[in-house]
């Protein structure tokens, strides 16, 4: 099989996925039947309230809006982008819970996790600890 073979039918893999109904999604937040019936917006609506609050009590959070919580971000697909793309949103994504890990144990952080977990997929990353675990 060719690579341009090889290519199209992994694209056609994806497409297949998207255009199947999910009826459960993985979430920080809620249960997977109710995260499944939240759309993008809506999920990037609560991201973008909790880092607004946490921005009140720590100044240096409120950079992560116009990258991580940016509009081009909310219609982005990470499985579609190159492993350079990938890797510059790691790298962010790691500064942004650096920043966050103090404050964990609010609410709004919660918000802001689900945003990485549901729409960055960030979540294979939520699971080592010493990236969240501390903070500078």
Request: proline share 3%.
């Amino acid at each position: 099989m060719s690579a341009a073979s090889a290519l199209a039918a992994q694209l056609r893999q994806l497409a297949v996925r998207a255009a199947q109904p999910t009826t459960k999604a993985a979430s920080f937040l809620f249960d997977a039947r109710e995260a499944a019936d939240l759309d993008i917006e809506t999920i990037h609506g609560l991201g973008v309230n909790g880092l607004a609050e946490l921005a009140a009590l720590d100044p240096r959070l409120a950079a992560f809006e116009a990258t991580l919580f940016s509009a081009k971000l909310r219609s982005m697909d990470r499985a579609l982008e190159s492993k350079e793309v990938n890797d510059q949103l790691d790298a962010e994504i790691e500064r942004l819970l650096l920043h966050l890990s103090p404050h964990l144990l609010l609410q709004p952080a919660h918000k802001v996790l689900e945003w990485l977990v549901r729409k960055l997929r960030y979540g294979r990353a939520l699971w080592q600890v010493e990236r969240v675990g501390y903070s500078r």
